[in-house]
């Protein structure tokens, strides 16, 4: 059941459905169209994802767990670098002469961050939460996601109340712009 699940299950399926696209990207030719198409869909669900953790993720982790604030800020910089790389890429082709040696610096980053987060962040955060209180972020952590931007935006904030009030502006005006430009369809 989707509903009931908790905080971490929610986004280790983000980060699975993030790996299996790269693995996609990585089967075609480098210049092929479609692996700029595959970088739109990764696009967006690893905005969407990081958006959502740092409203929510990162907060629990820095009241939940002892040294929390060094692990939340850890992430919230990987976080950062992927943001850029997801920008450089945003503005260039698949044939361009940057793209396969961005798109590996991207996959290094986002594979690098993630195994420290499941190895690390989840682990406490489930020792130092309720099963109650990890389902309650998951609901949210879903919620955020429908809201949240879909682009990247390295200069927006990462930190709360100001991230979650300027998230749901940047959110719809992204969505206009897909629907406009088709961006994130199959």
């Known amino acids: ?13 983000d980060h699975r459905e993030a790996l299996a696209l790269f693995a996609r990207m990585q089967a075609l030719t480098s210049g092929d169209k479609a692996r700029k198409h595959l970088l739109d869909e990764v696009t967006i669900g690893l905005v969407r994802h990081a958006v959502a953790e740092e409203e929510y993720l990162y907060p629990a982790v820095r009241e939940g767990i002892a040294h929390g604030d060094v692990l939340a800020d850890k992430e919230l910089a990987d976080h950062i670098r992927v943001e850029g790389l997801l920008k450089d890429l945003q503005r260039r082709t698949a044939d361009d002469a940057a793209f396969d040696r961005l798109v590996d610096d991207l996959i290094d980053e986002v594979s690098a961050h993630i195994r420290d987060e499941e190895q690390r962040v989840f682990v406490l955060l489930r020792q130092a939460c309720p099963p109650e209180a990890l389902r309650e972020l998951g609901e949210k952590v879903r919620k955020a996601k429908k809201t949240a931007p879909t682009r990247p935006h390295p200069g927006a904030p990462v930190m709360p109340p100001a991230n979650k009030l300027l998230a749901a502006g940047l959110g719809l005006v992204d969505r206009a712009r897909d629907a406009l430009t088709g961006r994130g369809r199959s």
């Open 1 to 13: 059941m989707e509903h009931s699940r908790d905080v971490i299950a929610e986004l280790a399926g």
